[in-house]
């Protein structure tokens, strides 16, 4: 059951990357930020659980699990593909178990197995050969690199936050606080985006499929896994979604894979299988 929530959140945000794209021919890039948590929100809110009480403790961790987990990192990423193209996005956010590992043991004194660590760095240069070719010609540019960077780091705190939430008041009733401090946090910027955006059924299909699917049950997915495999092993789920992203680039949008990617995708596996042995 936990492999099958892994595969299908790394699905959904395989394919969240494309659609960002295709809505960012239309609309600003803060009309995107707010509608991901506020149309995630919508999708979460039906569950009963969701509507779960929660003590007032741990509404300050609440706050900054809307920061760190949604609000940020969800304003990063559609300002960083103006300049990137959406397989080296995918890529970069494949970082996530780095930042994860690193925040845990820097803020959370959380200690790592020596394989967990070698699955990350074979991890990285499965990444590293299946970005090559796209960072090459893809037109990139360090500020958007920047960006990301930013967001994957904020993902790797908000992991260690999330986890004894989820774990306490359960999936639902954590992501809906969560969503909801994002959408109030992003609120201004949407409003300002809204003012340079046109419409276009393009772009509301894919900000449908991004808010819903890929902000709302996916990152429902994610935090079930956290409170149950905890952080560092939930986070390579980043780490399939540079293969999703190259799948949907191939069979999708016709594009060709290089002999250098298809020894990063089988890299990258192995990096998989590596770091999600927890506890050697």
């Known amino acids: 059951m936990d492999w099958l929530l892994l595969a299908s959140a790394a699905g959904i945000w395989g394919a969240s990357f494309l659609f960002m794209d295709v ?10 930020t707010f509608l991901r948590p506020a149309l995630g929100l919508l999708a979460i809110l039906p569950f009963p659980s969701a509507r779960r009480p929660v003590d007032r403790a741990d509404r300050g961790r609440l706050l900054l699990l809307g920061i760190t987990w949604m609000a940020f990192p969800l304003t990063m990423f559609p300002l960083a593909q103006q300049w990137i193209d959406s397989s080296l996005t995918g890529m970069l956010n494949s970082a ?4 994860t590992v690193v925040a845990g043991a820097v803020f959370f004194g959380v200690r790592t197995g020596r394989i967990q660590i070698a699955g990350v760095l074979v991890g990285l240069v499965g990444i590293l050969l299946l970005g090559l070719p ?9 500020l958007g690199v920047a960006l990301v960077v930013a967001a994957v780091t904020s993902y790797g ?25 994002a959408t ?14 046109t419409w276009a059924w393009s772009a509301v299909a894919s900000n449908v499929a991004v808010g819903v699917g890929g902000t709302g049950l ?9 409170g149950r495999v905890g952080p560092v092993r939930m986070s390579i789920v980043t780490y399939l979604v540079t293969v ?13 894979l290089s002999p250098w990617q298809v020894a990063g995708g089988v890299v990258l596996l192995g990096g998989v299988w590596l770091t999600s ?3 050697s």
Not at 27 to 32: A, D, S
Not at 184 to 197: I, R
Not at 218 to 226: G, N, R, S
């Open 23 to 32: 809505a960012l021919d239309t609309e600003h890039p803060g009309l995107i």
């Open 134 to 142: 796209t960072a090459t010609t893809g037109g990139t540019n360090a």
């Open 96 to 99: 996530m178990p780095v930042a």
């Open 218 to 226: 996916a990152f429902l997915a994610a935090a079930t896994l956290i």
């Open 157 to 181: 705190v908000a992991a260690h936050i999330a986890g004894p939430l989820q774990r306490r008041y359960g999936s639902p009733a954590v992501l809906s606080r969560v969503l909801a401090v």
């Open 184 to 197: 109030v946090a992003t609120l201004p910027f949407g409003v300002y985006g809204l003012s340079s955006s």
């Open 277 to 279: 042995r927890v506890g």
């Open 244 to 256: 999703v992203a190259a799948a949907l680039g191939v069979f999708v949008l016709g594009e060709t």
